[in-house]
């Protein structure tokens, strides 16, 4: 691969010892990683070099994190943006999906994780390429809430939801070689984590709950086929069901399918 | 101004001294008033009614006068109409004439009797007969007779002619004047005509002829005949206290000339005469005369009417006079008795007001003395008075104040002292709501901190996770650095735990309450639990109050809170032990509680204060979040969490959570 085919990412942190330390993470042969200390350096350096992927900080004095995805994507709306975000902003994080961000993830974080998700990055910005000759197998069902390319949740008669994984969240994973549920009585928390998919690659993909609740029950056909997962990612393929406690104002950071 | 300040001055004085002022001041003016006015009334109508009377008795006096004169009249008339006499006229037989004559003056006592012809020379004098032959034709009585006439009169008479007429009668018309200092003043100082009572009648012949006049009179002067008739018939002698009531009199003129008013030495007063005023009005004037008058040396009442001559010129006066003395006297009998019943009614009225006054004035002044005695603060008095009018009502009103004023100040006293008490109570609940105060201020200030250090220490925790893992990744797993490097792995680990610990006990989101059963959220924590390594040797007893309502809650938070406060109890017990939960309503009914007792090792007391702090902890693990956080849970809720403990004993977490929100 020259220089020109390799993929370019960059990362945008007012830290300089973070920009450094998420870019010796995910530093490889395979992809160049600039830094930028604020919305505006990144803004101008993208204007050069429009990166695949760009890794940006939330709480950023200027420009905000939230600002530069909403500006870039205005731009090109084909850009991958990964939402690095505190605690406290889960929220905005959540926020930022609808917006147009790939993902996010929460501080602090290990290197792998954060592989993980370029990986489901590239993998996917490989299968649209894919796609683009062929089109996409299964449509998302109407009336379904989700976080684009993440979880979607549908409402069932009463007081419970059903949990499930879209399918654009699966295109950039690897082989499935296991699957973390929760257990029924957990709780879990809106844009926290609620499954874990580990690929072949040893990649850990970490999948945030759409809703704030208690789980009532978990899909035990998933554990021996997961391949449930990508037959049929509406159906079958559901993840558990729970009890939501504020779905409310939780719907309000997700979008309805048509 | 004077009178304003009589008019202050009055109103200081005493209340009785004001009473009696007043009513003596209008007594005073009523009395005044009515006996001026009762005096002039009554003095009129006595005094009216004295000269009713004297005018009436004048007119008897008079009629006793012309009784008189008709007498003499009557007889000259009879005497000329007599054959013998006019037999011996016609024959001038003045032999015959002087018999007839001298008797019949004899028997009517007569002073005067005269005949003449029918030319009016006299014939006889009867009581002259020396006196003869003079003309007495130019006489006005002689001639009207001439004329046929038969007339009476009053006449005066010159003294020629009564030296002429009779003997002595000049005499008795000689008056010298006694010096009277009213009267009139006259030149002369005596008088000596006379005023006689005079009738005259024609005789006539047998062919009714006259042939001759008879004439005769009586002299008034110093003849009380009359006088003392009058005073006989109309006063019968009647006297008051010595003195003659009544009195008469015949004036000459101006001159006293017949009476029966004496002088001081009991004399007739004759030889006085007539005051000027009496002299104006009847001498004059010719009109009668009545009013008081000062006769002689007494007042009288008195009567004056003129005496006319035969031509109508007034001569003289008839008068009569009734001593005012007794009409005086009893006019004054009157007025005493009107003074002396207004004396008596003031002595009446003044004792009745003196009574009055002092039924008024005795419940006042006691009323003050128990005013007074209540202002130095002895309020236990009491006014009797059984009255029922307005001092009744008074110091009925007055004993009820007295009463209510002492109940009022029992009650104050009484409330001072519970004040004192409440107040105590007061600061003791400000002292506890003050310490409950601080400890959510403490909390609120340290969860701020608290979200602002997680955050900062976030982006460093960061770089050491990733920079940690790579080194890691570089250093094979034998290498003695892959151990430390692990160890600073996991420390960062736990540091991130902490971070989030810290960050949930600051989060300010609110709680998402919906409807529950708080037992049925004990059991299911309870269920969580019971595989938990530090619940092995622990008993749990459960004591979940019956029909216990369903209060809104935020269903994770509170059973994060149980968790908390079921790991704690546990981990008081490290060699076992017996948990109670117990849940029930308060005794207010306002909340609903669950108490965690344990019988584990207990807090010592300087702890307590210290318990809910975040990352106070005695454990040496945990992050000292814990308690911190479930309190700050249980606030959210509007509700508590107390605890009490008694170390070697163990503690009670109670949790109280509001039934209404």
Known sequence: MNDEAMRKILVVDDEITVCKSIRNAILSDEHTVDTALSGEEAL????????????TDLMMPGIS???????LKQKRPEVNVIMVTGYPTIKTAVQSIKIGAFDYIPKPFTPDQLRSLVSRVFKKIESEEKAAKKPSPQKMPAGLHYMIGHTWLHKENGELVTIGVVQDFLKPVGIITHLTLPQVSDSVNQGEECARITDADLFNHRIWSPATGRIIEVNEKLRGDFTLLRKDPYGEGWLFRMEPTNLEEDLKGLILSD | MPFKKIFKRFLNLPLRAKFILSFLAVIC???????TLGTRLEHQTIIGLAQAKVR?????ARMVYDEKLNHIRDFIRFNSTRDAIQEATKNQDRVALSRYLGRARTEFNLDILTLTDSRGKVILRAARPENWGDDLSANPLVAKALSGEIIAGTQ????E????????????AYLEFIPTPKAVPREEDHE??????KAAAPIRDGYGTIIGVIYGGILLNQNYEIVDRVKEIVYKGEKYKGREIGTATIFQKDLRISTNVKDASGERAIGTRISREVHQAVLIQGEPWIDRAFVVNDWYITAYEPIHNIGGNIIGILYVGMLEKPYIDLRNRVMLTFAGMAALSVVLLLTILFFITSSIIHPLKSMVFATNQIAQGELNQKVNIDFKDEIGQLAHSFNQMAENLKKANEKLIQWGTTLEKRVEERTKELQEMQDSLIQSEKMASLGKMSAGVAHEINNPLTSILINTHLMLEKTEKTHLFHEYLSLIADETIRCTNIVKGLLEFSRQNPPQKSYADINEIIRQTLQLLEHQAAFHNIRVARKPGESLPQIKVDKDKIKQVFWNLMINAAEAMPKGGTLTIASRLSEDENFVEVIFTDTGVGIPAEYLNKLFDPFFTTKGS???LGLAVSYGIIEQHQGKIEVRSEPGRGSVFTVRLPRKD
């Open chain 1, 44 to 55: 101008k350096k993208d204007e050069e070099k429009c990166y695949d992927l760009i890794i």
């Open chain 2, 29 to 35: 003016f009523g009395g005044i008033v009515t006996i």
């Open chain 1, 65 to 71: 994190g939230l600002d530069l995805l909403k500006t």
């Open chain 2, 192 to 197: 000596e005509d006379g005023m006689m009572l």
């Open chain 2, 622 to 624: 945990g992050t000292g």
């Open chain 2, 156 to 159: 005066i008479i010159p003294r």
């Open chain 2, 161 to 172: 002619e009564l030296l002429k007429e009779g003997e002595g009668l000049a005499d008795r």
């Open chain 2, 56 to 60: 009436h008795d004048l007119a008897s």
